[in-house]
């Protein structure tokens, strides 16, 4: 279950995050939008289950951001958080999956991400308001969506070269340029990790750009890539690991 967290106060943000790394359960946080139209752009471009959607934002109130992501072809289940929880009534009108009391807590977020979760694997999300049901996105992500200058900008996860962590944000590096995400090294390794290989504690490069190794003048090892200039570095314990695999793909046949 990919969930999407939406709220113009960073603090609160960071509150959810921060639940969400502490429940157990199959669900990862795809990313996080400051406003409404972000929060759109987000679920446009990449595969979103769920939105945990500020009821009361700038701009654009978090009702009409709900009435907005019903109209996509695959809309997400919702829900919606305001300092006094709204009625029954408001909720319904408001299409939301449910809604929760601001500061959200522990208890019932936990108990509102294991209904849906339970619902998407019976490969429908009801949400209150909407007739027919939600359908989840089948399969992962095709590409990786980020925040710049004010547009959203996208990368194909098959032009990734490697991904590196810097504090709370991860830098995806692609022939174009470079994303910053604000997800955890992880997270992409669970979800791509036949794809790509941790070569260090802060660092997955793409299997298929990875070429070699080489050792430094200091006896360290340095990845190297196709179609990037940049060496990293790879610590010792990675060091077996991508000497198996590059092992392993030598000898596998040619088609």
Not at 43 to 57: F, G, K, N, T, W
Not at 180 to 199: K, M, N, P, Y
Not at 208 to 233: I, M, N, W
């Given at each position: 279950?990919?969930?999407l967290?939406?709220?113009?106060?960073s603090?609160?943000?960071?509150?959810?995050?921060?639940?969400?790394?502490?429940?157990?359960?199959?669900?990862a946080?795809?990313?996080?939008?400051?406003?409404?139209?972000?929060?759109?752009?987000?679920?446009?471009?990449?595969?979103?289950?769920?939105?945990l959607?500020?009821?009361?934002?700038?701009?654009?109130?978090?009702?009409?951001?709900?009435?907005?992501?019903?109209?996509?072809?695959?809309?997400?289940?919702?829900i919606?958080?305001?300092?006094?929880e709204?009625?029954t009534?408001?909720?319904?009108?408001?299409?939301?999956?449910?809604?929760?009391?601001?500061?959200?807590?522990?208890?019932?977020?936990?108990?509102?991400?294991a209904?849906?979760?339970?619902?998407l694997n019976?490969?429908?999300?009801p949400?209150?308001?909407?007739?027919?049901?939600?359908?989840?996105?089948?399969?992962?992500?095709r590409?990786i969506?980020a925040?710049?200058?004010?547009?959203?900008?996208?990368?194909?996860?098959?032009?990734?070269?490697?991904?590196?962590?810097?504090?709370?944000?991860?830098?995806?590096?692609?022939?174009?340029?470079?994303?910053?995400?604000?997800?955890s090294?992880?997270?992409?390794?669970?979800?791509?990790?036949?794809?790509?290989?941790?070569?260090?504690?802060?660092?997955?490069?793409?299997?298929a750009?990875l070429?070699?190794?080489?050792?430094?003048?200091?006896?360290?090892?340095?990845?190297?890539?196709s179609?990037?200039?940049?060496?990293?570095?790879?610590?010792?314990?990675?060091?077996?690991?991508?000497?198996?695999?590059?092992?392993?793909?030598?000898?596998?046949?040619?088609?």
């Amino acid at each position: 279950m990919r969930i999407l967290v939406v709220d113009d106060d960073s603090s609160a943000r960071d509150q959810l995050r921060h639940l969400l790394a502490e429940f157990d359960g199959d669900h990862a946080l795809a990313g996080e939008a400051a406003d409404g139209w972000e929060a759109i752009s987000c679920c446009r471009s990449q595969p979103i289950d769920l939105v945990l959607l500020d009821a009361r934002m700038p701009g654009m109130s978090g009702t009409e951001v709900v009435r907005r992501l019903a109209q996509l072809d695959a809309p997400p289940a919702v829900i919606l958080m305001a300092a006094d929880e709204p009625s029954t009534s408001a909720v319904t009108g408001s299409q939301g999956a449910a809604c929760l009391p601001k500061p959200v807590q522990r208890e019932r977020l936990e108990e509102e991400l294991a209904r849906i979760s339970r619902q998407l694997n019976q490969s429908a999300v009801p949400v209150v308001g909407v007739e027919s049901p939600v359908a989840p996105y089948p399969g992962r992500r095709r590409q990786i969506s980020a925040r710049y200058r004010g547009q959203v900008c996208t990368a194909p996860v098959r032009d990734i070269l490697f991904l590196r962590a810097d504090q709370k944000y991860v830098a995806i590096r692609h022939p174009g340029g470079e994303l910053l995400v604000d997800e955890s090294l992880r997270t992409f390794e669970q979800e791509f990790g036949d794809l790509f290989v941790r070569i260090h504690r802060n660092a997955l490069v793409a299997r298929a750009r990875l070429v070699g190794l080489e050792k430094t003048g200091q006896g360290h090892f340095q990845a190297r890539l196709s179609d990037c200039d940049e060496r990293l570095p790879v610590s010792r314990r990675h060091v077996a690991k991508v000497r198996r695999w590059l092992r392993e793909r030598t000898l596998e046949p040619s088609e």
